[in-house]
């Protein structure tokens, strides 16, 4: 599977990018895949190849690089050692929706002008945080999202007032969540939030829970499901393959 890596120039930074892209000759369509609150990983280069593999050019950015040479996290203790769930959380706190719409536009760029790339307007995809991120970036950047994705992504309808289903009316892309079961950062009740708000933008979408918990599409997470994992590349495919295919 062709893979570089570069450096986006941002108003923040040099935030160092992978780009993947299907054997033979292009141009495809272009994907942002926003990795978990883990960041970009081995896990993640293998689920952004196989992605490529259905026929998109996919940039996976790394989210965290404000913070320099971080230490990358090990998902098996991140959030049950006291010091890394510490460093973790602070690391998530830092990735802001202006920050995430920030970026957003430097990687939409740097995808528009690849010559593997084809057209001016992208799929996002996220996982955990990077869920979040997806619809942040589809309400922050909409003229650029054609399709957004999020997987067991948290905080998708909350009080907060940067919460993504308050930018519900200003999407222009078709909206694709899969939830987790007894996941306390998306309840019943917040799908549901989100789905009015959804509706009543008028906003193409389809709202599902999984029966898997929180983590269930990412390889190295403890609560990682096969099955659930499976469902989830077999929805994406579909989902990317009806909305970015023109």
Not at 16 to 27: A, K, S
Not at 48 to 72: E, I, S, T
Not at 186 to 209: M, R, S
Not at 218 to 246: C, I, M, Q, T
Request: charged share 20%; proline share 7%; with cysteine.
């Amino acid at each position: 599977m062709p893979h570089i890596t570069d450096t986006i120039t941002t108003n923040d930074g040099t935030c160092t990018v992978h780009l993947f892209t299907p054997e033979g000759e292009g141009p495809w369509p272009g994907v942002v895949m926003y990795p978990d609150a883990g960041g970009v990983r081995d896990t993640f280069y293998q689920m952004a190849a196989k992605l490529a593999d259905f026929g998109y050019a996919v940039l996976l950015p790394d989210v965290y690089y404000r913070h320099g040479d971080w230490q990358p996290f090990d998902m098996k203790t991140a959030f049950s050692d006291p010091e890394e769930r510490k460093r973790l959380m602070s690391m998530i706190g830092s990735v802001t929706p202006l920050k995430m719409d920030i970026d957003a536009g430097a990687f939409f760029d740097y995808l528009a002008g690849r010559d593997e790339v084809r057209g001016d307007r992208f799929g996002v995809c996220g996982y955990c945080m990077g869920g979040r991120t997806s619809l942040v970036v589809a309400g922050r950047q909409p003229n650029r999202v054609a399709a957004a994705a999020s997987f067991h992504g948290g905080g998708l309808a909350t009080d907060s007032p940067d919460s993504p289903h308050l930018l519900a009316d200003q999407i222009q892309a078709a909206v694709y969540v899969a939830g987790a079961e007894n996941d306390g950062s998306f309840t019943p009740e917040q799908a549901e939030q989100l789905d009015k708000a959804l509706t009543a933008a008028g906003v193409e979408h389809t709202i599902e829970t999984y029966p898997a918990a929180h983590g269930f599409a990412v390889p190295d997470n403890p609560p990682y499901d096969e099955a659930a994992a499976e469902r989830h590349w077999a929805a994406l495919r579909d989902f990317f393959g009806a909305k970015l295919s023109g």
